[in-house]
Structures are given as structure tokens and as C-alpha cells.
């Protein structure tokens, strides 16, 4: 039967559903599987290692060997302040980065052969008795390559110009003009001595089973000043893209999976109701119901295998076509993405079959063998709500699985609904609506309209059908917009790319008229002290970090200020009145909830030997990705203005303007500038790759939501043509016929443009504000596009798919049907 089925063309269009829709769903799951292995070691770059422990005291060798023993690749590294000299008159404070010889673990360091030169990739750090200097430090120390400078009471050869290193921005130490040396010559220069302001780091890198076990073996040994550094501490905004990034394509799988699970029941639905007329014969000459079954179900379990093994070809083409395409686009190779997809791309396939396509041809075997004398009776439809029900929940347990989250599948789950439900009755109603229009129409707008009335259910469900596809890639496009507006709008061009730490009270007016000369706009200059927080309503916090608990005696940077700062949004209790003596303090959200401190709590403050208490007052929500500065503890200006304070603030600078830090420096030599040009740079490149990856992405589900419509269009065509054969039989040209056809099908596009805007604007408000922690827009740019798209394209298919009834004789059409 399937034999005979092919060559008849009858198999055709199930075939086709089933491959691609495996072959879809399994090559989306791989290339976002292998894509999002490549983007997340991307993102250890800006660490220079899969994981890195630091600390302000030297850290035990012994968990270096045992990360060895592991199979863990390690290097250390060691930043520090310090003077660099060039004879007696010429010297810099610079920020010492000593690295070891494996350095960097992920990324690459680059230098060049003469200061702002052509920038090369180096294969390691400079050797023991030589040093790589900042490009900015040889005109200020009057020095050139081969020459020597001196740290604390060691003289180095200048090897090189240092231009980047991959965790360039993980460090307030790293900043600045900078000085590369090994490791290995730290003792030499005696600078490093009990109580000397450094960072000490160990890196290590691995398989990410090794590194996960180590991790657990590790934490449990950090004592108080040790922590583990992770992609999200060390920047945020890396952070951030890289889970929306990953939000987006299992959300973009999920609706692969929707719209796989679509289009094979729409397949399936045509595929049985062509089969009526041969099941008829088969029982009129002794086939039972329990044999038309089996024949059906067997046929199913070899189409569903076949279609299964093209599918996974299929996908794994898909997946390998893109790489081979945008490969140039990604950070680098990606790694392979394992038998998964290819187990989601069967699963999918037989649940589908299974819930969609065996419940119609089930019935099959309920069909009278009277249809053989009476084409006319009704086509067995009982239990098509069940049908329904059973399809939305196996295509509801295959979203979860998939993306195994319950936000993402419950928020595209309600728009669904929302179109299904509302839009069924909507459609019935504008469909019915159109009978006082058409009786006073003209001919072709009556036969059009005639159409949408005689088949009222039957186009309102593919009204439905249609929105729900049309609605599934508005909503992707919704979503791919507005994470990359938002990524555009948290780094625009002239993002500040500068701090400027170390200001002391007196120096302020005057940097201030300094960069006002230079026209130069900054950011309004915070106070900052350093202080400790000791205890939480009179009970002491722990000096060490119990695993299960956040709580500890920590130093953070404290501020002042009477208004609440800008970009600072108040979730909880309320800022105080301007010119209070109280002593208040307000908490940033996230820091609070690791502290378990809330409002009206009593917290004890240490700066230097003086201790204060403070009540919490209010809790804050900062944007961490917006590099302006932020503080965790902000205080009424009356309660520190009696402790030594500095300020700091935040500019912009261009590439051109930079030899502008020489003269400041020069002028102003007790202010350290960091430097966050190359970190944002870092952050843009990363974004850039994962909008690449995002479109991609979306070009691929267009794809599947054009199979869809093709199936939903193809699933009535049978009927449409037979009518349009009798009509040219009676003498209807073909311009009325076509132009009858395209008015319907535009008509249903419009209203299913229509449901699909509305549907996809709710999903996206659920899926942004519950799912992916987004600020949700409305986009009333996505109406005229949903409209205009449903018109222009429904329109157009239907009229393709119907075509044959104008170029072909009517007598043919209806010997075909």
C-alpha cells in the first residue's frame, strides 16, 4: 500500500512533513547545541581559563597538583600595583600583571614588535628577566624596546609591547597602563610583602565534567577573602547575552517543535480523508476494522522509521551547511552536539505520529462500506476534540522536554490557546459577517465570499491553523528584536569606557574643568569608602563563607548621595528625605538576598577602627550592564561625610583621543584610570556573534512556518479545486475562478494576520517579563507586517496550490478527486 501510495503521489505530502519536521527540529537542536558550546567557550576568555580561583593571599600549591592529577590544565597569575622605572628621574606607577608560563589557558595574549604597532598573537608571556610594557608607558617613560626598567629592586629587558590579554577586564588590577613579567621573577623584585595590595588567581581549564568535579572538590576549601570566578561575576554583561542568547534558541526549538507537530497532523488529516474511498473498498470485499488498523499502524511504524533516518540526514545537512557557511562568524570551532537532537528529532517524529497522525487514520477503520456506493456520507469526525486535546498535550510535553522550562513552554502554550480559542470564534464571526457584503458584491467578490460562508468551520479552523503559524515567527521576531535593541541600547557608541578611581576631594573641580576643556562629557563624580559589614541585627556574620550560605563578614565600596541615584529603581521600602541625620542605608536587591538582609533591618558597619549601625531603609535595583558606576550600600550624605573619602566617576574617550590619558596622567599622577575600551570591545564582539547566531536561527524556523502554511493551504485544496473544475465546466473563465480563489485566501490571511499579532504580543509580554527577564514593549510596527504578511502570503500559496484547476481540464480535476 505504501508502495502504491508513493507512486500515486497520496504519500507525498505526510513524508514530506514527517523528514522535515525531524529534519528540522534535529538540526536546530544541534546547531544550537554545538552553538551554544562554542559561545559559552567563547565566554571563558574573558576569564583566560575555564575556572579561576582568587585571592588577596597566596593560594596553597597543593590544589594546583591535584587539578593536575585531575587531568586540569593550570597557570597562575599574580597583579599588584607598583612603580616602574627608567633611570633616575622617569617613573610610573603601573598595575604588574606576573603570569606563569601555560598563560593564558582560553584566549590568546597579542603584542607587537614596536609600541601601537601591528598586533601579533603570542604563544606565551615574556621569559623569566624580560617584561612587556603598555604602549602607553614608553612615551611617558622615555624608553624603547630593548631597553631596561626596573621593579622594586630588579632591572628587566623591554621584550615587547603588551596590547591585550583575554581577562584584561577581570580585575581593578589589570587596568591601566600595565606591565607584563613571568612569574617566576616576583620574588626578585621584592615588592610583594605582607599586606601589599594584590590579587592572586589560579586558572584552570579542562573537560567540563573534570571541571565541575573539581569545583565540588574545591569550594568546600575557600576560606574567607578565596572565591571561585565565574563568566557572571566577572562581567555581567557577558553574562546576561549569553543566557537571553540561550533563552531565544530553545525557545526557537520549542517552536520548531510546535510547528513539526502542526504540520504532520495537517499532512495526516489530508492523507486519511483520501484514504476513506479505498478503506470503503477494502471492507465491502470482507477487511475487517481490527485489519484496516493494522495495515495503518504497520504502514505508520515504516513510514515514521524511514522518515525518521531522512530526517536525521536531513538535520545533521542543515546544522553542517551552517556552520560551513557562517563558521567565519563564530569565536571558534564548535564542538560536536552528540546523539540528543537526533533523539529529539525521533521523539518528536513518533510522538507526532502517534498523537497526530494515527488518531485520524485510526478511524479509518470506522468508515461504512457504503461510501462505496455513496461518496456523499459523511466523513467520520466524533472525536476530533479529543484529537485536539491529545495533540496539545504532546506537543506541550515535548516543548518541556525540550527546553526543560516551565515559564518559556507555559508562555507560548497561552498564546497558542489564545488564538485557538478566541480566534476560532472570531473567524466563524467575520467569516459569517461577510454574507450582507457579498449579496450586493460583484461577481467575483460573490463567489469569493460564497466560498468563506459554504465552508464556515472549515476555513475558521484554517484561520486558526494559519495564525498559529503566522503568530509562532511574529513572536520569534519579537524576541530577536528586542534582545538585540536592548544589547544596542546597553552599549551604545559612546558608551563611558573610562573610570577615573583614586579622585581625591580637592582634585575634583579641577579634572572636572580639565575634562570640560577637552570636551570631554563624564558621568557625576560618586564618593566612594571602603568599609566592612560586620553584623546583621546584633548577631555577628561568620569571617568565612559556609557552603550553603552567602553570610559573611565582607568588604564593599560604600557611597553617599540625598536623591536616589539615576538608573536605580526602588523595589522595596523608601528612600529618605533630603538632609536626614538618620542612619540609614539602602541595599542593592541582589546583595540583600545573598545576605538575607531586608528593609528595617539593623546592620553593623566597620570603617577603619570606627563602627556604626545603619537601618535598611530600601532596596534597589541596579543595571549592571550599563557600566556607570553602581554601589552596593548607599548612605545619607550626613552619616559619612566625617570618614576619608575618594571619588570616582565614568567618561567616554575615542581611539583618537587616547595619547589625551598621557598629559592627564602626567598632571594628575595620584588618579588611576581604568581602562574598560577593550572589555567593551570584548563584549560588543560576543553580542555581534550572537545576534549572528540568532538570525540564523530565525531563517531557519521561517522555514518551518512556511511548511506549516503550505500544509494548512494544501489541507482544503482538494475541495477548493473540485468546485473550481464545476465552475469552469459551466463556463467560468479563469480569471473569475482565480481571482475568487485569491479574495478567500487573502480574506483568511488578513484575519489570521490579525490573531497572530494578538496572540504573539501576549506571548511575548509572558516570556519576557516571567521568562527571560526583559522589560516588555509593546511593537505596534508588528501590526501592518502581520497583516500584510498573512494576506500577501496566504494569498499567494493558495492560489499556487490551486493553479492546476486553470491548467488542466476540469474533466481530469475531477477524475483526480
Not at 611617558?140 to 609591547?161: H, K
Not at 576619608?644 to 598632571?667: D, Q, V, Y
Amino acid at each position: 500500500m505504501l508502495a502504491r501510495d508513493w507512486r500515486g503521489g497520496e504519500l507525498g505530502i505526510l513524508l514530506a512533513a514527517l523528514v522535515l519536521s525531524v529534519g528540522v527540529v534535529s538540526g536546530i537542536s544541534a546547531f544550537t547545541t554545538r552553538l551554544q558550546s562554542a559561545l559559552e567557550q567563547e565566554s571563558h576568555r574573558f576569564l583566560a581559563a575555564d575556572m579561576v580561583v582568587r585571592s588577596s593571599r597566596g593560594l596553597p600549591a597543593e590544589w594546583l597538583q591535584r587539578a593536575a592529577a585531575q587531568g586540569l590544565s593550570h597557570a597562575e597569575t599574580l597583579q599588584f600595583p607598583s612603580m616602574v622605572y627608567a633611570g633616575e628621574d622617569k617613573m610610573y606607577l603601573a598595575s604588574v600583571k606576573a603570569v606563569s608560563d601555560r598563560y593564558p589557558l582560553r584566549g590568546e595574549l597579542t603584542a607587537s614588535d614596536v609600541p601601537f604597532g601591528e598586533v601579533q598573537p603570542a604563544a606565551r608571556g615574556p621569559l623569566p628577566g624580560e617584561v612587556w610594557l603598555d604602549s602607553r608607558l614608553f612615551p611617558l617613560l622615555g624608553v624603547a624596546i630593548g631597553e631596561t626598567v626596573g621593579i622594586g629592586e630588579q632591572d628587566f629587558v623591554i621584550a615587547a609591547a603588551a596590547r591585550t590579554e583575554p581577562d584584561q577586564g577581570a580585575s581593578f588590577y589589570g587596568f591601566g597602563p600595565r606591565v607584563i613579567m613571568h612569574y617566576s621573577d616576583i620574588e626578585a623584585t621584592a615588592v610583594v610583602q605582607p599586606g601589599s595590595r594584590v590579587e592572586y588567581r589560579q586558572l584552570y581549564a579542562g573537560g567540563q565534567d573534570a571541571v565541575d568535579t573539581f569545583d565540588r572538590w574545591l569550594e568546600p576549601l575557600l576560606t574567607d577573602g578565596q572565591s571561585i570566578v565565574k563568566v557572571g561575576e566577572g562581567q555581567p554583561g557577558i553574562d546576561s547575552a549569553l543566557e537571553r542568547a540561550e533563552g531565544f534558541l530553545l525557545l526557537s526549538g520549542s517552536l520548531a517543535v510546535v510547528l513539526a507537530g502542526v504540520a504532520v497532523a495537517l499532512a495526516a488529516r489530508r492523507f486519511s480523508e483520501r484514504h476513506h474511498d479505498y478503506v470503503a473498498i477494502l471492507k465491502s470485499l470482507g477487511a475487517s476494522s481490527q485489519r484496516v488498523n493494522r495495515l495503518y499502524g504497520v504502514s505508520l511504524i515504516i513510514l515514521g522509521g524511514v522518515a525518521t533516518g531522512l530526517g536525521c540526514v536531513l538535520g545533521w545537512s542543515l546544522q553542517t551547511v551552517f556552520f560551513t557557511l557562517f563558521g567565519d562568524q563564530l569565536p571558534l570551532e564548535p564542538g560536536a552536539a552528540g546523539v540528543r537532537p537526533y533523539a529529539i528529532g525521533a521523539t518528536t517524529a513518533m510522538t507526532c505520529l502517534l498523537c497526530f497522525a494515527w488518531p485520524p487514520l485510526r478511524r479509518l477503520g470506522d468508515t461504512s462500506p457504503l461510501r462505496v456506493l455513496r461518496r456523499d456520507m459523511p466523513l467520520e469526525s466524533r472525536r476530533a476534540m479529543t484529537d485536539y486535546l491529545l495533540g496539545l498535550g504532546a506537543i506541550s510535553l515535548l516543548m518541556w522536554w525540550y527546553s526543560q522550562d516551565l515559564a518559556l513552554t507555559m508562555a507560548v502554550l497561552a498564546g497558542l490557546l489564545l488564538t485557538a480559542g478566541l480566534g476560532f470564534c472570531l473567524a466563524l464571526l467575520l467569516l459569517r459577517g461577510g454574507r450582507l457584503v457579498g449579496m450586493s458584491a460583484g461577481s467575483i467578490w460573490r463567489l469569493a465570499l460564497s466560498g468563506l460562508q459554504r465552508r464556515g468551520a472549515a476555513n475558521a479552523l484554517q484561520v486558526v491553523i494559519f495564525a498559529m503559524a503566522i503568530m509562532l515567527l511574529l513572536m520569534l521576531l519579537l524576541v530577536r528584536t528586542s534582545l538585540i535593541d536592548e544589547w544596542q541600547t546597553q552599549l551604545p557608541e559612546d558608551v563611558p569606557n573610562h573610570f577615573m578611581v583614586n579622585v581625591v576631594a580637592d582634585e575634583v573641580q579641577a579634572i572636572e574643568a580639565t575634562l570640560r576643556q577637552q570636551k570631554i562629557k563624564t558621568q557625576p563624580f560618586f564618593p566612594m569608602i571602603r568599609g566592612r559589614i560586620m553584623s546583621v541585627n546584633g548577631a555577628d556574620l561568620p569571617t568565612t563563607q559556609d557552603v550553603k550560605e552567602n553570610r559573611r563578614q565582607r568588604e564593599v565600596n560604600f557611597t553617599w548621595s540625598e536623591q536616589l541615584p539615576p538608573d536605580n529603581l526602588l523595589v522595596a521600602g523608601q528612600w529618605w528625605e533630603p538632609g536626614t541625620r538618620e542612619a540609614l542605608v539602602s541595599l542593592e536587591d541582589e546583595f540583600a538576598e545573598r545576605m538575607d538582609i531586608s528593609v528595617g533591618d539593623e546592620v553593623a558597619f566597620l570603617v577603619g577602627a570606627e563602627a556604626f549601625v545603619a537601618r535598611v531603609s530600601s532596596v534597589r535595583q541596579l543595571d549592571w550592564q550599563s557600566m556607570q558606576p553602581n554601589f552596593y550600600l548607599v548612605f545619607p550624605p550626613a552619616l559619612l561625610t566625617e570618614f576619608p573619602a575618594t571619588f570616582m566617576t565614568s567618561f567616554h574617550l575615542g581611539r583618537s583621543e587616547k595619547r589625551f590619558l598621557n598629559e592627564f596622567i602626567r598632571e594628575f599622577p595620584t588618579v588611576t584610570v581604568v581602562e574598560m575600551d577593550a572589555v567593551i570591545e570584548q563584549i560588543r564582539t560576543i553580542i555581534n556573534q550572537v545576534t549572528a547566531a540568532i538570525n540564523l536561527v530565525l531563517a531557519v524556523i521561517l522555514g518551518a512556518g512556511a511548511l506549516v502554511l503550505v500544509a494548512g493551504v494544501q489541507a482544503s485544496v482538494d475541495a477548493r479545486m473540485q468546485e473550481s473544475a464545476i465552475l469552469r465546466a459551466l463556463g467560468a473563465s479563469r480569471q473569475l475562478i482565480l481571482g475568487g480563489l485569491l479574495i478567500e485566501f487573502v480574506t483568511m490571511g488578513l484575519f489570521a494576520g490579525l490573531l497572530a499579532v494578538v496572540g504573539a504580543e501576549l506571548s511575548v509580554y509572558i516570556l519576557q517579563t516571567h521568562a527571560m527577564d526583559m522589560v516588555y514593549t509593546p511593537a505596534p510596527w508588528i501590526w501592518p507586517i502581520g497583516l500584510a504578511f498573512g494576506a500577501l502570503l496566504i494569498g499567494g500559496l493558495g492560489v499556487y496550490c490551486c493553479r492546476r484547476v486553470v491548467s488542466v481540464s476540469p474533466l481530469v480535476v475531477l477524475r483526480d478527486i
